[in-house]
């Protein structure tokens, strides 16, 4: 199984400031077709999770720009260039290349 | 408006079993593959199964591998989890997602989650 990690688990962000996540895979999410299959997802408090970020770098419909994903075949990164009250929440990588499809194990970030 | 209703969660002993249904909407169902999603109390996101949308491909994680099934239909609209032999870890949220339809098993729309709890 693909093994994810992220850090930091806990990140206290003050609003209008930049945020980064470090998500890494146990092995390459870099498909022969090109594409790296590395999503981000955010758990907003007391909601179901949502797409953020697809295939490494692909913003999900209605995500603000702010947000950007970036990365090589194991290393990857979410980033909040300018982070608002409302971003608050436990964010998670997914590898969607192979099953047992598998999560980080989420970072918390939280208002400093 | 795209819509994912889960039902079927609640109190169970260990040993015994239960099916979770997922209501679809706002979409068209047969065009896409779908999973299901659980999250233990406090805990992370686990993938529990997914299924193509002609049920062509299933894929389940370890943990549930030989207890679980999921099934869909097509003409319903629905996903299932049959769930047997539960285990006091089964205990979870569990979440029904439809998959966004791009390459790999990315998930676009999630439901509010049904609670299953496994105890004595």
């Known amino acids: 199984d693909i093994v994810m990690t992220q850090s930091p688990l806990s990140l206290p962000v003050i609003p209008g400031e930049a945020a980064s996540i470090s998500c890494k895979s146990s092995q390459s999410l870099l498909h022969s077709n090109g594409y790296k299959y590395l999503d981000w997802y955010v758990q907003k408090p007391g909601q179901s999770p949502q797409l953020l970020i697809y295939?490494?770098?692909n913003r999900a419909y209605g995500v603000p720009d702010r947000f950007s994903g970036s990365g090589s075949g194991t290393d990857f990164t979410l980033k909040i260039s300018r982070v608002e009250a409302e971003d608050v929440g436990v964010y998670y990588c997914?590898?969607?290349?192979?099953?047992?499809?598998?999560f980080g194990p989420g970072t918390k970030v939280d208002i400093k | 408006e795209v819509q994912l209703v889960e039902s079927g969660g609640g109190l169970v002993q260990p040993g015994r079993s239960l099916r979770l249904s997922c209501a679809a909407s706002?979409?068209?169902?047969?065009?896409?593959?779908m999973h299901w999603v659980r999250q233990a109390p406090g805990k992370g996101l686990e993938w529990v199964s997914g299924i193509t949308w002609n049920s062509g491909i299933i894929g389940y994680a370890d943990s549930v591998k030989g207890r679980f099934t999921i099934s869909r239909d097509n003409a319903k609209n629905s996903l299932y989890l049959q769930m047997n032999s539960l285990r006091a870890e089964d205990t979870a949220l569990y979440y029904c997602?439809?998959?966004?339809?791009?390459?790999?098993?990315?998930?676009?729309?999630w439901g509010q989650g049904t609670l299953v709890t496994v105890s004595s």
């Open positions: 997914m590898q969607a290349l192979q099953t047992p499809i598998t």
């Open positions: 706002g979409f068209t169902f047969d065009d896409y593959a």
């Open positions: 295939l490494g770098s």
């Open positions: 997602a439809k998959d966004l339809g791009v390459v790999g098993a990315t998930t676009d729309y």
